[in-house]
């Protein structure tokens, strides 16, 4: 089957589901956490769209209209050219009718006689606001069978669009595309690596050189660690909280050392972020530990950092931490953060 | 909110490139404490601050920031737009204060992070 035409007929089966099913159900099902199948995840994005979305952000801005005096032969290469299948007529800037090509086609089957529009045009219109939600528009459509309505201002009562089936069919498959982007990349979890490998321990490490003072590529081994995880497929909020404790190190070693690196040891259940420097080290670690509690020099200040908070952060982000430090030698810390479960299993003080 | 009506309370102006003006922001944060941000700001927050460094990028990359607003007319370094348009971060820049950002923000109905759950 073509996948195009796959794809818009689930996605206007799902929009359809939707319409049926009530709110609350669909509410309640929203809130569920965990992995679903990866169907029912789609319908249920196209269900929370659809009542996110508003008219104005799937209806078509650039409207064709036609007034009561055009003839209906004029009418058919209006159609025609415009590629659309029916038009507004506005009179006085007035919306006084609307007309279709099944108007059209009845006018060709009577005999084709021309006249003017407004002899066959429907008189009362059924319009839509531009603030309604986007399953208005989908229970409408399917309530009236109409293929088309034009869309007003709440306040004005202008014209300002026209919505049908396919331009709520594009703007949501415009949505999802987005989503399954995002989607994709989960798919391809980190998990996947592990089970093709065969061993009795697989684990994979990679590693980041930092250089003292260089702010200008402060962030880097993080950014680069961040993105790294991502593509590994772990889940948003774990890869967030590893991301956040190694950039605070990558400071710490950035601002008090001459040099470190952080390794990283990405294990099945589980990430290790070792940070070593060989900076001046902490003389008393406890201390350091205390939020507020700093050393450092009003450069670092201006920078936004040096406050006291960075090993607090780290802690609140890991399920494990171990500071040792030599002074004199430096420093290494260690952080640990469960895979499998998003939130932190020990709590900053 | 939007980005755009965002944009338009504060009377700024963006910065660089990257001006998704249909984003939605959910809440907002105001520190010019880059560990105090790290800390306490949610995904999909608007961070406005004082400093125009490019940690305050690295800061929103990490944490997932949706935007960044620059208050009391601090003009972000050419270092922090480059940064922000790799990592397709919007930037905003407006004259009002820190103080005035925030209320206005706040009286229009965006919430700070805490008071999202």
Not at chain 1, 262 to 290: C, F, L, R
Request: aromatic fraction near 6%.
């Amino acid at each position: 089957m073509n996948p195009v035409a796959d794809c818009i007929g689930k996605v206007y089966l799902a929009v359809m589901k939707s319409n049926n099913s009530k709110k609350d159900s669909f509410t309640a099902r929203r809130e569920v956490p965990g992995h679903r199948k990866t169907d029912d995840l789609k319908f249920t994005r196209v269900q929370e769209l659809v009542y996110e979305l508003k008219v104005s952000d799937a209806m078509m801005q650039k409207v064709i209209t036609t007034s009561p005096e055009t003839s209906m032969s004029e009418l058919r290469e209006i159609l025609r050219a415009n590629r659309i299948s029916g038009t507004p007529v506005i009179e006085n800037g007035r919306l006084v009718g609307i007309v279709s090509i099944e108007d059209f086609i009845k006018w060709l089957a009577e005999g084709a006689h021309d006249c003017p529009i407004k002899d066959k045009m429907t008189k009362n219109v059924k319009t839509m606001y531009t603030d309604e939600p986007l399953i208005h528009a989908v229970s409408k459509l399917e309530q009236t069978g109409f293929g088309r309505f034009p869309v007003v201002d709440r306040q004005s009562k202008r014209l300002v669009g026209i919505i049908t089936k396919g331009h709520i069919i594009e703007r949501l498959l415009q949505k999802l595309e987005i989503d399954y982007h995002e989607e994709e990349i989960h798919r391809y979890r980190a998990s996947h690596i592990f089970e093709d490998i065969i061993a009795d321990k697989v684990a994979l490490t990679f590693r980041s050189y930092l250089k003292g003072r260089d702010f200008d590529r402060a962030g880097e081994a993080s950014s680069g660690l961040k993105k790294t995880l991502e593509r590994l497929g772990i889940h948003p909020q774990i890869v967030r909280r590893a991301a956040i404790a190694s950039y605070e190190a990558e400071m710490n070693v950035i601002i008090y050392a001459e040099s470190g690196e952080i390794s990283v040891e990405v294990q099945p259940g589980e990430i290790h972020i070792d940070v070593t420097d060989s900076g001046p080290g902490i003389p008393d670690v406890q201390k350091a530990m205390q939020p507020g509690y700093s050393t450092a020099a009003d450069w670092v200040r201006e920078l936004g950092f040096g406050a006291g908070m960075g090993l607090v952060n780290i802690q609140k982000c890991a399920d494990d931490m171990e500071l040792t430090s030599n002074p004199g030698k430096g420093t290494h810390l260690k952080i640990r953060i469960d895979i499998r479960t998003t939130q932190p299993q020990t709590k900053a003080g | 909110m939007t980005l755009n009506e965002i944009s338009k309370i504060l009377q700024a102006d963006f910065a660089g490139d990257v001006k998704d003006l249909d984003k939605e922001i959910k809440m907002a944060c105001g520190s010019d404490l880059m560990s105090d941000v790290l800390s306490f700001i949610k995904a999909d927050s608007l961070l406005l601050t004082g400093l125009a460094n490019p940690q305050v990028v690295r800061t929103a990359e990490m944490a997932g920031i949706a935007g960044i607003c620059f208050v009391r007319g601090k003009q972000p370094q050419p270092e922090t737009v480059k940064l922000a348009e790799e990592k397709k971060i919007p930037l905003l820049a407006t004259e009002l204060s820190m103080h005035e950002s925030c209320g206005r923000l706040y009286r229009e109905g965006l919430p700070g992070c805490d008071e999202i759950k």
